[in-house]
């Protein structure tokens, strides 16, 4: 890649599919979603494209659209039409796909795509149709055949399509990884990317820096996490960078990647233009979409996470990547609020969230987005360990202690037995014999070396088992040195 700086720019854009988690498919009332279906459990006439059967629109998944639509300021179809797509394929039962074509109930709109510094970029997003889920070949099930399960048949998708503005792997992985957390924001589906709940494509093209012109793209095929994103484009510049470098030229060609090898290979070229023979469904026909229903559902939209977290920078003085953090999850930047506006301290709550609460959550192996611990429970946590009746060690337990129950925090302290120890007599007890095994170090403090005020704390909170008052501890340590103080004084005044 060491060409890559000096002479070709990445142009990068993604088509996003997302599956909507309406309660039924897009065009039948057959169960949606439900991952732990048998297979063929959920499949009907209309899913598996009996004859004389009819397609009925979801409305649900025409709202959810809509919504992401009004999310990225896109312009929102009056009239929305479905056009049959047609090719072949074993688990496409009728032999083409519902889609949408000339009139996609999202046109254009922008996506602000934040970065760590806390600067951002508009990428433009050209489109977002729904269309239809194909079945599953399922190859592994059965030795020698393919199996076909239609679960999955007719689940309504949101297809996401950017302009190619994005220029690194990285930009591109940061874009999805925003995309996916606005879906699940507005609610509009699961975004398990390991179900598959969201799927990406990326087309990508080199061209020489300071050409305005477009090179040849390829595009490749169903990246559905965000570190393979990342690789597959990596991959994929440094090789097309190779075939240009050496004066040939790239082929317009879909490719697949493969995790294992970090490689991508070439599965069809691109025909011209793949003919689909797009036509209008007839048994669709056009949908329109009324002032009042659109207007109904901006106002019904929650605030945005861009909104928030900018809200977050500029009220709570959190940082632009905290900010951020919190707000790719709304219970996160929910538990945020409620718990600030109880403790009043944003930079301990932000903490306490991306810190403990986080980790807790993966070691306890919840799944994002769940998070147990009430904002009543986290501010008491807080408080009490700047109180100083809770040590930080003992309240990063506690955290572990609360998930999933309904407690006080006072409760779990009482039935685990954490409570701090608060005796004077103990803690000066603790500190005198630590001051006392360590008189080399204390000449240091005294000498100046304040700094080791805290390996003194932690020395005699080792001796109580994370249980002394820590504030307590530090006023104890502080009394002994201050004695020897004046002692040595003293001694220099003989
Ligand atoms: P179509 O599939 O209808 O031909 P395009 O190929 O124009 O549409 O666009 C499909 C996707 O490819 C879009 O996300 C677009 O941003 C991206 N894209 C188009 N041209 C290029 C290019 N030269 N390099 C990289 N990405 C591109
Ligand atoms: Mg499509």
């Known amino acids: 890649m060491s060409n890559m700086d000096s002479n070709w720019e990445a142009v990068i854009g993604l088509e996003v599919h997302v599956q909507l988690n309406t309660r039924t498919k897009l065009f039948s009332r057959t169960r949606n979603g439900d991952v732990s279906a048998a297979p063929n459990q959920h499949a009907n006439l209309v899913d598996l494209a009996y004859p004389g059967t009819l397609p009925v629109l979801n409305q649900a998944a025409l709202t959810h659209a809509i919504r992401f639509g009004a999310a990225i300021d896109g312009s929102l179809a009056r009239v929305c039409s479905f056009e049959r797509k047609h090719y072949f394929y074993p688990d496409l ?230 900010a951020y953090r919190l707000t790719l999850e709304k219970p996160l930047a929910e538990l945020f609020e409620a718990t600030v506006k109880s403790c009043k301290d944003p930079q301990a709550t932000a903490n306490w969230i991306l810190g403990e609460v986080i980790a807790t959550r993966k070691r306890k192996q919840y799944r994002a987005h769940d998070i147990p611990i009430s904002a009543r429970q986290l501010s008491q946590l807080i408080e009490r360990v700047k109180g100083g009746t809770l040590s930080f060690n003992a309240a990063k337990e506690l955290v572990g202690r609360l998930w999933g129950t309904n407690q006080d925090l006072d409760q779990i302290i009482k039935t685990h037995d954490i409570t701090q120890i608060s005796d004077s007599d103990q803690i000066s007890h603790w500190a005198t014999r630590v001051v006392e095994e360590n008189k080399e170090l204390i000449s240091k403090l005294l000498n100046g070396e304040e700094k080791l005020y805290e390996y003194f704390i932690g020395q005699v909170m080792k001796l109580s088992h994370g249980k002394a008052n820590p504030q307590l501890v530090r006023q104890a340590l502080e009394r002994l040195v201050s004695k020897k103080d004046k002692h040595n004084s003293s001694e220099n005044d003989d």
């Not at 996609?104 to 709109?109: A, C, D, E, K």
């Not at 606005?182 to 709940?197: D, K, Q």
């Not at 023979?277 to 106002?299: A, G, Q």
């Open 93 to 322: 039962p009728k032999g083409y796909q519902i889609s949408q074509y000339s009139q996609p109930i999202v046109g254009s709109g922008v996506f602000s795509l934040w970065f760590e510094d806390g600067h951002t970029k508009a990428v433009r997003i050209r489109r977002a149709h729904l269309e239809e889920d194909a079945g599953k070949s399922i190859h592994d099930r059965l030795p020698d055949s393919t199996v076909l399960d239609f679960n999955r048949a007719g689940t309504p998708l949101l297809e996401i399509v950017t302009e190619p503005d994005l220029r690194t792997p990285s930009e591109a992985a940061m874009f999805l990884r925003q995309l996916h957390a606005l879906v699940i924001w507005l609610g509009l589906g699961s975004g398990n990317l390991y179900e598959g709940a969201i799927r990406c494509d990326a087309n990508v093209s080199l061209r020489s820096q300071g050409n305005n012109s477009f090179g040849t793209a390829c595009e490749l095929k169903n990246l559905n996490s965000f570190k393979f994103l990342k690789n597959a484009l990596r991959y994929e510049i440094e090789r097309q960078d190779n075939v240009l470098s050496s004066g040939a030229s790239v082929r317009r060609e879909t490719r697949s990647y493969d995790p294992m090898s970090g490689t991508t290979k070439s599965i069809r070229k691109k025909e011209q233009q793949r003919e689909y023979r797009y036509f209008p469904d007839p048994d669709l026909p056009p949908i329109p979409i009324s002032e009042t229903t659109i207007s109904e559902i901006k106002t019904s939209m929650p605030e945005l996470p861009a909104n928030v977290r900018d809200r977050f920078v500029r009220n709570f003085n959190l940082t632009p990547d905290k």
